[in-house]
């Protein structure tokens, strides 16, 4: 019997994801190329998705990992090689279930073995929601690998930063499995509701374009999607927000030393703006940026201004 966290390629649902990618990928004229990184001690495949040429960025996404979403992004960057690393169990990378190794432990081993298999010793990262609260986490046990970071959303369990209920109920064993059959799109065309939920307009939602829409609706359906969201959700989480073993406190905030952009938008139910305001002030050497009716996912409401944004920090000309 196979081990449903591994992924097989002659799989259909695999090759449907595959093929909804790389039709988005196609759409902003990207050409990926793919790489499949072992992790030796998980027993299982690192997948990332390089585009571009010049200095390497790291992209680490949040949600379940998969780095789909940030193709918008990344088709307004330029002059950049973009390594897009896509979290166990997330993006077609294998699965995990979190519960079998430490999260914080997680995070580290996998952003070092990524780095270390392409030579790079230090580079900026940008991430969004639970890949900033890895990226924050290895920036202060690593510090010599990031160069600067860019949180685009509100970081994942961050001061008194939480997931709206409805994903704090999937911290609940037993009752996330029948909310993720629910919640799991029923066709292409529904498969962009999720996001009204993170505080997106029904604008930003029609403007994507129909391959976004079959990506959020073919990955959910990989074979090890359900047993790694639901036991990050359980591991992370609790009905009432984080659990205090992974909570990033202020403390913890003022080690990190690294020059951080923090895009935070203005409708992202994640935490509020004040809160935002907060956390840059904590941090020794960051700056806040708001985007005026942005939702959780920032860049997919205001592509143009967030990108230009990016641009600007990564090329060391932001205000």
């Known amino acids: 019997m196979s081990n449903p966290l591994t992924l097989n390629d002659d799989d259909v649902r695999v090759i449907d994801a595959k093929n909804a990618e790389q039709r988005l990928y196609d759409y902003y004229g990207l050409k990926p190329v793919y790489h499949y990184i072992p992790c030796e001690r998980l027993g299982i495949k690192i997948r990332v998705c390089e585009v571009g040429t010049g200095d390497p960025v790291l992209i680490v996404p949040g949600n379940t990992g998969d780095s789909f979403p940030f193709v918008p992004l990344m088709a307004g960057l330029r002059g950049k090689r973009i390594l897009a690393f896509n979290r166990p169990g997330g993006g077609l990378s294998e699965g995990i279930n979190h519960h079998t190794i430490g999260f914080k432990e997680l995070a580290t081993e996998t952003l070092t073995g990524v780095l270390d298999h392409f030579s790079i010793g230090q580079l900026p990262v940008i991430s969004h929601s639970m890949g900033s609260h890895w990226s924050l986490w290895f920036a202060a046990t690593a510090p010599e690998r990031i160069e600067k970071l860019v949180l685009l959303g509100v970081p994942g369990n961050v001061l008194r930063c939480k997931p709206p209920l409805l994903l704090r109920l999937a911290a609940i064993r037993g009752l996330n499995k029948a909310m993720f059959e629910k919640i799991t799109p029923k066709s292409v065309e529904s498969s962009l509701k999720g996001l009204t939920f993170m505080g997106h307009s029904r604008d930003t939602l029609q403007a994507l374009p129909q391959a976004m829409r079959e990506c959020y609706y073919y990955f959910p359906r990989l074979p090890h999607y359900a047993e790694s969201s639901l036991s990050l959700m359980e591991t992370t989480n609790t009905l009432f927000g984080s659990k205090k073993s992974i909570l990033i ?33 904590i941090l020794p050497d960051a700056r806040l940026e708001l985007i005026r009716g942005g939702g959780h996912l920032p860049w997919l409401d205001a592509p143009a201004a967030c990108g230009e944004s990016v641009q600007a920090f990564l090329d060391g000309e932001d205000k």
């Open 249 to 281: 406190n202020a403390d913890d905030l003022k080690d990190i030393n690294q020059k951080i952009l923090l895009i935070w938008g203005e409708n992202d139910p994640f935490g509020n703006v004040k809160e935002g305001e907060k956390i840059a002030a």
